[in-house]
């Protein structure tokens, strides 16, 4: 503008008796008024003009953008809300729902007052079971410790099983005449033969040896038992003293059996099994071998009446269901027997089979008997 226009604006400025600054508050608020109009006019019909020039060309970006800050703002929103429940006292008594508030998982408490609840339940499983403990004479012992008092308990066996075998040692060889005589039908006639240099010397050492066997097995339960007792009960320390003497005589009379009945049925079996094709000869180490296992399972075969007892005592099994599978133990009888026996022609593993079916079916007519 030039300044020769200001002049003229300063009269008609003069001529209407007002300036800008001197300017009446209603004229301003009615002035103001309908500017404010104006303008929100104004504005409206710029944002049509805008979106309606921007809609055909949005950027899919834009939108994917604008809902993703939209579901943080949700999240974020959720988040301070539920940081507002927890800081209320009135919501304590509403059910939690998050899975860390469950007690005894591991989880954390979501309140303070879920806290001592958690507490107290650990302390629940913690604590220990009642009614497991020891006897009063049973001891906490290093396993060293108890290592060191097995060892010198097994020692003092081997040390009485050896001093047996040593003194039987030097009479071996009567007892191996003892048994070829009594075993052997006509022992003259049959003397026995050696088919190796080192037969009679292994031979008295397995008699021998079977003396201290039968010499150290008492010995053998005795410090089992010593080795045992702190740790066992009243009632324990009652079954094994009845359960050991008890084994012991049941083994000695398999022994017997062995002894005066079943080995002296099978070498008469053998003597007439080869009558008439050949003359058979006893070789001196396959005879004892044969002795020896025979007296061993024996022993071990009239074990079935104490293991039946026992296991109806423990309630492991019922007499009813002993009688029902029977057959089941009469061919596992048939299969143990010509397993472990050493006689090839038959005769040793069906006595024992018909041994071992006596017992288990005697010992059931017994408890039948009884009533148990």
Do not use: C
């Not at 954390?108 to 009614?131: H, I, R, S, Y």
């Not at 292994?202 to 740790?231: C, D, H, I, S």
């Not at 398999?254 to 099994?273: D, M, N």
Request: charged share 20%; proline share 6%.
């Amino acid at each position: 503008m030039d300044d020769s226009d200001r002049p003229r604006d300063d009269d008609s400025a003069a001529a209407d008796g007002s300036t800008d600054e001197d300017e009446p508050e209603s004229d301003a608020a009615g002035e103001g008024g309908e500017s404010v109009e104006s303008v929100d006019a104004a504005s409206e019909s710029v944002e049509s003009e805008v979106e309606a020039e921007v809609g055909p060309e949005v950027d899919p970006a834009a939108v994917d953008a604008d809902s993703t800050a939209s579901a943080d703002a949700d999240s974020t929103a959720s988040a301070a809300t539920g940081s507002a429940d927890a800081a209320d006292p009135s919501t304590d008594g509403l059910p939690a729902t998050d899975d860390g508030q469950s007690l005894g998982d591991g989880g954390t408490p979501a309140t303070t007052a879920d806290a001592p609840t958690a507490d107290a339940a650990t302390a629940v499983e913690d604590e220990p079971f009642e009614g497991i403990e020891g006897p009063e004479t049973d001891e906490e012992m290093p396993l060293a410790a108890h290592i060191e008092e097995m060892m010198r308990r097994l020692a003092v066996v081997f040390l009485i099983g050896g001093l047996a075998t040593l003194v039987v040692v030097t009479e071996s060889t009567e007892l191996i005449n003892y048994f070829w005589s009594y075993h052997i039908p006509a022992p003259l006639e049959n003397r026995p033969r050696l088919y190796g240099p080192l037969e009679l010397p292994l031979t008295r050492l397995k008699v021998a040896g079977l003396a201290g066997v039968v010499v150290g097995l008492p010995a053998f339960v005795y410090e089992t038992y010593r080795f045992m007792r702190p740790g066992l009960y009243e009632t324990e320390r009652r079954y094994y003293l009845a359960a050991v003497p008890t084994s012991l005589i049941l083994g000695g009379v398999g022994i017997a059996f062995a002894h005066f009945l079943v080995l002296p049925a099978i070498f008469s079996y053998f003597t007439t099994y080869t009558s008439d094709a050949a003359t058979i000869a006893f070789g001196l180490a396959e005879t004892f071998n044969l002795i020896v296992i025979m007296l061993a399972f024996m022993a071990i075969v009239f074990q079935i009446p104490l293991f039946i007892m026992l296991a109806i005592m423990m309630n492991l099994v019922t007499r009813q269901w002993l009688e029902a599978k029977r057959l089941i133990f009469w061919g596992s009888f048939l299969g143990i027997a010509f397993l472990f026996s050493p006689d090839p022609t038959g005769m040793a593993p069906i006595i024992v089979t018909l041994t071992m079916i006596a017992l288990f079916e005697g010992t059931l007519a017994i408890l039948r008997w009884t009533g148990n």
